[in-house]
């Protein structure tokens, strides 16, 4: 992919148009799994006391979201996102559901995170790291802004391995995604952009060392549905 497709600018121009049908988009394209790998995500945070985490890449909040139903009532999310229109259907979504005093959210870009170092227990991010023209950049600052022995979970689209799944999947995402995204959301660019950033990003394991070298410790990875999706976690 040209690098210049991943102009912060066009990104997120990109998402603002899309949002109003975002979610109806990710249940209809995944086949509504995407539910299924947040929750595992969000079963990799710490399980502490008055927890605080950081949900990068916020979007329309669904992340954030699960966080509060899955933890207790003294957890507090801060919700970060650099699409106003993503931002926009993300608030109204937490103040239909009554939670802005747990779930606080801002606008900020994921590589230059507007929070002092070591404030929270956790970062997050799902399906937005690949968008991110320096993702080891977004890497780090996740990592800065965590607490010592604090973790950084990415769930994202992979590159698939396996090698029976590897056309039908291809053929999906290059051919039926894009079909089916420009139908229902009215968009052309979104829905031939989105296939290739999935299948340009690395491989689980390149990934991994990619991680690595942004300074987390302890990197693992849980591949989701014959390798579609992975979830990595590193600890700081």
């Not at 507090?76 to 939670?99: N, P, W």
């Amino acid at each position: 992919m040209d690098k210049s497709a991943k102009d912060p600018a066009k990104i997120r121009t990109m998402f603002s148009t899309i949002a109003p049908r975002y979610d109806l988009l990710n249940r209809v394209l995944s086949l509504g799994i995407d539910r299924c790998w947040r929750r595992f995500a969000v079963r990799q945070l710490p399980k502490v006391e008055n927890a605080r985490f950081l949900d990068v890449a916020t979007g329309t909040c669904d992340v954030a979201l699960e966080i509060i139903k899955r933890f207790p009532p003294d957890t507090k999310v801060v919700g970060v996102d650099f699409s106003e229109g993503m931002l926009e259907l993300g608030k109204e979504k937490v103040r239909k559901a009554g939670l802005q005093h747990r779930i606080d959210v801002r606008f900020a870009d994921v590589t230059s995170l507007p929070f002092e170092d070591n404030i929270f227990d956790a970062s997050i991010i799902a399906f937005g790291i690949r968008n991110v023209q320096d993702y080891k950049k977004g890497i780090s600052e996740m990592g800065r802004v965590v607490k010592s022995g604090g973790r950084v979970v990415i769930l994202e689209f992979t590159s698939i391995q396996n090698p029976f799944f590897r056309v039908p999947y291809r053929f999906y995402i290059t051919k039926v995604l894009p079909f089916i995204g420009e139908i229902i959301s009215g968009k052309k660019g979104a829905y031939k952009y989105l296939p290739s950033s999935m299948l340009e990003f690395p491989a689980p394991e390149e990934f991994k060392k990619a991680i690595e070298e942004t300074g987390l410790k302890d990197v693992r990875y849980y591949k989701l549905t014959f390798g579609i999706a992975a979830v990595h976690v590193g600890t700081k």
